[in-house]
Each structure stands twice: as structure tokens, then as C-alpha cells.
């Protein structure tokens, strides 16, 4: 069974930065993509950004220049540093991972959920 366990969200004021972590627990071979989505209320879930096994990244042109997605491979975990943060980031920020449980199996894990909230 693998879980993925986010922290780091909370109540920040416009401008101001919060850093999410997500780390990848039990019975993994190996992920690989990793990436972080968000949905505001009434909206869908919208891709934030993704790095790959690798440390490629892609953003959404909503946060490029203000939000830095990392990961650390040793310890599975994923990590979302955003700054400059603005109203209209106001979500639920949600983590997600392709883990392969063998060399032939592989699922798409998604973490419970963090809420953000950018407000004065």
C-alpha cells in the first residue's frame, strides 16, 4: 500500500510564501512523475506544476516566476515553494505521483489534500 502525505498549507496574507511538502510512503520501486494540482471551489482541478524523476519541470503560465516545484529522490518526497502568492491561488492543493510498485506495475497515487488561502 502507498500513501502520499502532504503538509504545509495554511492562511497566508497576499504577497506573503508557503512551502508544501508531499512524501511517498510504502511499498514503492520507483516514481516518477511528480506534481502538484489545485482546485478552487466551482472549478476544476488544474495542473500547478510537475518535475520528473529526472528534475524536469513544467509550470502553468499562471505561476511561472513565482512558484518552485523540487523533489528530494532519496526520500520520495516532493516539495512546492510559492511566493509572491495571490488571491486567486486560494485552493486546495492536492499532490500526485506515478509510482511503480514492480517493474511491470504502476499506478497514479493522489495525496488527500491541503488547503491554501490567500487572503488580507
Known amino acids: 500500500q502507498v500513501q502520499l502525505v502532504e503538509s504545509g498549507g495554511g492562511l497566508v496574507q497576499p504577497g506573503g510564501s508557503l512551502r508544501l511538502s508531499c512524501a511517498a510512503a510504502?511499498?514503492?520501486?520507483?516514481?516518477?512523475?511528480m506534481g502538484w494540482y489545485r482546485q478552487a471551489p466551482g472549478n476544476e482541478r488544474d495542473l500547478v506544476a510537475t518535475?520528473?524523476?529526472?528534475?524536469?519541470?513544467n509550470y502553468a503560465d499562471s505561476v511561472k516566476g513565482r512558484f518552485t516545484i523540487s523533489r528530494d529522490n532519496a526520500k520520495n518526497t516532493v516539495f512546492l515553494q510559492m511566493n509572491s502568492l495571490k488571491p486567486e491561488d486560494t485552493a486546495v492543493y492536492s499532490c500526485?505521483?506515478?509510482?511503480?510498485?514492480?517493474?511491470?506495475?504502476?499506478?497514479?497515487?493522489w495525496g488527500q489534500g491541503t488547503q491554501v488561502t490567500v487572503s488580507a
Open positions: 518535475i520528473t524523476s529526472s528534475k524536469s519541470t
Open positions: 510504502g511499498s514503492i520501486f520507483s516514481i516518477e512523475d
Open positions: 500526485n505521483a506515478h509510482i511503480r510498485l514492480s517493474t511491470w506495475q504502476r499506478v497514479d497515487y
